[in-house]
Each structure stands twice: as C-alpha cells, then as structure tokens.
C-alpha cells in the first residue's frame, strides 16, 4: 500500500505527463459527465478531443495521445463509437 506522500507524488508527475503532451487525449464520456470531464481535463493543462461519433471516433483515437472512456448514461450511437474507439486504440497501441 502506498503512503499518502507516494501517492500524490505519483499523481503530480501524472499530471506533469498530461501537461507535456503535444497530442490531444481522446475522451469518450457519458453525456451526463461529458462537460464536467472536459473542465477536469482542461483545468490540468490536458487537450482532449471528445467525440463518439462512430465514422469519425476511429481518425481522432488514431491521432491522439491516448484513449479515456468514462462509462456513464450510453445509447446505441455511444456504444458503438466506444467499441470503435478501444478497437483503434489497440491497433495503435494507445494507453
């Protein structure tokens, strides 16, 4: 287990990491969260592409840095851009 000091040492150099990237983090959250999540993500100094658009979610993963998926309130449309999304993820190799 780790100490509190471990712990927030290790989110500081995560958000270090975020901040340095050149490439926008690809973020797919429920329509419920999605606003909330790109604040967070934008307060840290991270560039995030949001889109679950199934014709196009594959072009913005290919192009990003990583790949987040918040799971939260889904729909057809939704669902299938996720699977899209984690699919081109791991053809890319993308965390």
Do not use: W, Y
């Not at 199934?54 to 669902?79: C, H, K």
């Not at 299938?80 to 791991?90: N, R």
């Amino acid at each position: 287990m780790q100490s509190m000091e471990q712990l927030a040492e290790h989110a500081g150099h995560l958000l270090t990491q975020f901040r340095n990237v050149e490439t926008p983090l690809h973020c797919i959250a429920g329509s419920v969260d999605e606003s909330f999540t790109c604040r967070i993500l934008d307060a840290i100094g991270c560039t995030a592409t949001m889109t679950h658009d199934p014709r196009e979610v594959a072009d913005f993963v290919a192009n990003s840095s990583a790949l987040l998926v918040q799971l939260g309130s889904t729909n057809d449309m939704r669902e299938s851009g996720i699977a899209t999304a984690i699919a081109e993820a791991k053809k890319h190799r993308k965390p």
